[in-house]
């Protein structure tokens, strides 16, 4: 079992930055893509980018695409996301996820789960 805990989330105004930290403990060799997703009021959790842990490869939803970037550090068996020009539509509670699978996009696919942490964006 892998465990993941989310930290940095709060409350920004529109254009503004948040960066999230996702760090990971548990059975992590099994572990080939770390990901991240968010799900806003009323709404199915939806991806929002993924990162292969062994090459650092990415791949992002079009609406972060420009906007947000994903990175790891391996030696803290970490996984960031800077988030740059927010914007209201962006408020929800960001999960980190992690999957044996390689960069995919389904949420199903991922077996491991943090708690969340809240993102609000003020107009």
């Known amino acids: 079992q892998v465990q993941l805990v989310e930290s940095g989330g709060g409350l920004v105004q529109a254009g503004g930055s948040l960066r999230l930290s996702c760090a990971a403990s548990?059975?992590?060799?099994?572990?080939?893509?770390r990901g991240w997703f968010r799900q806003a009021p009323g709404k199915e959790r939806e991806f929002v980018a993924a990162?292969?842990?062994?090459?650092?490869?990415?791949y992002y939803a079009d609406s972060v695409k420009g906007r947000f970037t994903i990175s790891r550090d391996t030696a803290k068996n970490t996984v960031y996301l800077q988030m740059n020009l927010l914007k209201p539509e962006d408020t929800a509670v960001y999960y980190c996820?992690?999957?044996?699978?390689?960069?995919?996009?389904?949420?199903?696919?991922?077996?491991?789960w943090g708690q969340g942490t809240q993102v609000t964006v003020s107009s």
């Open positions: 990162i292969a842990w062994s090459d650092g490869s990415t």
């Open positions: 996820a992690a999957t044996s699978a390689p960069i995919i996009t389904l949420t199903d696919r991922y077996d491991s």
């Open positions: 548990g059975r992590t060799f099994r572990v080939r893509t």
